[in-house]
């Protein structure tokens, strides 16, 4: 009975270079949240997927940040040209349903440094 | 603008006496609420909720309350055990068919000495 899975755990990333954090949603779960904390901070909502649809984007910065959830495989945050203000934590969640005062599971976490 | 606010950073109790954490909120839209307990280097565990037409919610040590009025929320853990120590954060989110994202608090670090 696997949680959230993440990976990578840890990233280290040259300014420039690009990152893909990977999100493997709860057995059973459809829908997928992602939310960076930074240090000192709570966490901050980014972008709510369903399965092939962005749902609500409205966390995410406009720029260098897309995120997917194919039909198969796990959800893809991806950050191009990184700077250092991207050094944080981020996390995934899943939830089973929508609506209706849904619990949001997280998975442990991707730590991104960038250099 | 900090929509959901926990005031106190850390807060420290001896063993077997009651935690109390507290949280409240600006958005009269927000309509569930959420505790999540969280250790270094994992991720936030989901604790205890309650819905806005309820004002309790009790899960075994773990007791929510909400004051809708005071748009305040607390968290009370009894006994508090040396386990418990960790950052506790309060989260909302509302309104239901409106908005799915949690927004969240910076979080209490709570330590129970033994």
């Known amino acids: 009975n696997a949680g959230v899975m993440q990976n990578p755990r840890h990233l280290v990333r040259r300014r420039g270079q690009e990152a893909r954090l990977r999100c493997s949603p709860m057995k059973g779960h459809s829908h997928v949240y992602w939310y960076r904390q930074l240090p000192e901070e709570g966490l901050k909502f980014m972008v709510y997927?369903?399965?092939?649809?962005?749902?609500?984007e409205s966390g995410m910065p406009k720029e260098r940040f897309s995120a997917e959830f194919p039909k198969e495989g796990p959800s893809i945050l991806r950050i191009q040209q990184v700077v250092r203000g991207d050094s944080a934590a981020y996390f995934c969640?899943?939830?089973?349903?929508?609506?209706?005062?849904?619990?949001?599971?997280f998975g442990p976490g991707t730590r991104l440094t960038v250099l | 603008d900090q929509q959901v606010k926990q005031n106190s950073p850390s807060l420290s109790v001896q063993e077997g006496r009651i935690s109390i954490l507290n949280c409240d909120y600006t958005?009269?839209?927000?309509?569930?609420f959420l505790w999540y307990k969280k250790y270094p280097a994992e991720g936030p565990t989901f604790l205890i909720s309650i819905s806005s037409i309820k004002d309790k919610n009790e899960d075994g040590r773990f007791t929510v309350f909400l004051n809708k009025s005071a748009k305040h929320l607390s968290l009370h853990i009894v006994p508090s055990q040396p386990g418990d120590s960790a950052v506790y954060f309060c989260a909302a989110s509302g309104p239901q068919g409106g908005s799915e994202k949690l927004v969240f608090g910076k979080g209490t670090k709570l330590t129970v000495n033994p």
């Open positions: 958005n009269s839209m927000f309509d569930y």
């Open positions: 969640a899943s939830s089973q349903r929508q609506g209706s005062y849904n619990e949001q599971f």
């Open positions: 997927l369903q399965k092939e649809n962005i749902i609500d």
